[in-house]
């Protein structure tokens, strides 16, 4: 929570994958009530984008083979963090870029092997 504002502004945000994630989005959708917030497309019409609210917090979906789930962290300087975490030997497994859902991003791996996202962007 904010203490000026009282608003929520999550940090944390959970991510899990799906072979079918256009499937998943309906079934999450019908079996737990889970709602899209937002669907991004590149140009193409191919997503590349999912978040699903829960309550008030936020989650996302990617497109990759299922059962792998990871954390998104919304930073304020990806570049610092990214210098950082390489420096401190994490795995970057995708280098800093700009998203087309208007983040800058990059992924790394910790040394047990779990998969983290770190950017600028908060839904």
Do not use: C
């Amino acid at each position: 929570m904010s203490e000026t504002t009282g608003t929520h502004r999550q940090t944390v945000y959970p991510l899990v994958s799906y072979a079918d994630p256009v499937k998943a989005i309906a079934w999450l959708e019908r079996a737990f009530g889970f709602v899209p917030h937002q669907i991004s497309k590149d140009d193409d019409g191919r997503i590349v984008h999912i978040e699903m609210r829960a309550g008030t917090d936020i989650f996302m979906i990617s497109e990759a083979p299922p059962g792998g789930a990871g954390l998104y962290v919304a930073v304020d300087d990806p570049d610092a963090h990214h210098d950082r975490a390489a420096a401190a030997g994490a795995e970057i497994t995708a280098g800093l870029a700009d998203k087309p859902y208007g983040s800058r991003d990059y992924a790394a791996r910790d040394l047990e092997g779990n998969d983290w996202y770190f950017g600028t962007y908060r839904p």
